[in-house]
């Protein structure tokens, strides 16, 4: 049962912008905190940024930040992934998840990793975003 759907991916040229969205026709999201993560070929997953149900937003990954916001349409049950001056080292699978335990975001990256987060959210499919002159 596909939970949350991406949508937004496609072909961008360097410096040009997407907005990915997340949506849920199973559950309102607004309750829970959802966390961005993308995946380049041949490289391990990367998780970006996390918006709480309160809408307090995390920036977890250096490379991204000032040029990618998180966001929430309670009305449309969608939660967004603003990218801008994008690059081709940001081409890669971009997933939104979250995990219905959490409403607050996790202050540090690493709990994604050493936690059961992989296996107790809830995944996308995933989107595609591929930057290329």
């Known amino acids: 049962q596909v939970e949350l759907e991406e949508s937004g991916g496609g072909l961008v040229q360097p410096g040009g912008s997407l907005r990915l969205s997340c949506a849920s026709s199973g559950f309102t999201l607004d309750d829970y905190a959802i966390t961005w993560f993308r995946q380049a070929p041949r490289k391990e997953r990367e998780v970006l940024l996390c918006?709480?149900?309160?809408?307090?937003?995390?920036d977890y990954l250096d490379d991204v930040k000032g040029r990618f916001t998180i966001s929430r349409d309670a009305a449309k049950n969608t939660v967004y992934l603003q990218m801008n001056s994008l690059q081709p080292e940001d081409t890669a699978v971009y997933y939104c998840a979250t995990d219905r335990r959490m409403r607050r975001c996790p202050l540090s990256p690493t709990f994604y990793r050493i936690s059961d987060y992989n296996r107790t959210a809830s995944w996308g499919q995933g989107t595609q975003v591929t930057v290329s002159s």
């Open positions: 918006i709480s149900n309160s809408a307090d937003n995390i």
